[in-house]
Nanobody, 117 residues
Framework: QVQLVESGGGLVQPGGSLRLSCAAS????????MYWYRQAPGKERLLIAT?????????HYAEFLEGRFTIFRDNDNNMVYLQMYSLKPGHPAVYYC?????????WGQGTQVTVSS
């Protein structure tokens, strides 16, 4: 059974940093690309970061992040992370870990991040 569990969200001050984690299980983790999405209240879920499988080497980010986020993975422990720097204030958003297996999208429960002073 595929399972994704996000953690690490919370309240952070503008300009601060936060690291989100996603624990994955139920599939051969290292062979799949992993994704992080962000969803603000009333908005669609947006893809913000992608990391390729073990056999490749690469990551991709949404342009609006302006290089402030880094996605990385630990294939030994089936974890994928999103390191966020220079966070900007705004509405709370929920961050989701995602994987696509075949035609099925799998999501975690999400972890909420609020950037506020």
């Amino acid at each position: 059974q595929v399972q994704l569990v996000e953690s690490g969200g919370g309240l952070v001050q503008p300009g601060g940093s936060l690291r989100l984690s996603c624990a994955a299980s139920g599939f051969p983790f290292s062979t799949f690309a992993m994704y992080w999405y962000r969803q603000a209240p009333g908005k669609e879920r947006l893809l913000i970061a992608t990391i390729t499988p073990e056999t490749r080497s690469g990551s991709h980010y949404a342009e609006f992040l302006e290089g402030r986020f880094t996605i990385f993975r630990d294939n030994d422990n089936n974890m994928v992370y999103l390191q966020m720097y220079s966070l900007k204030p705004g509405h709370p958003a929920v961050y989701y870990c995602n994987i696509i297996i075949g035609l099925t999208n799998y999501w975690g429960q999400g972890t909420q991040v609020t950037v506020s002073s």
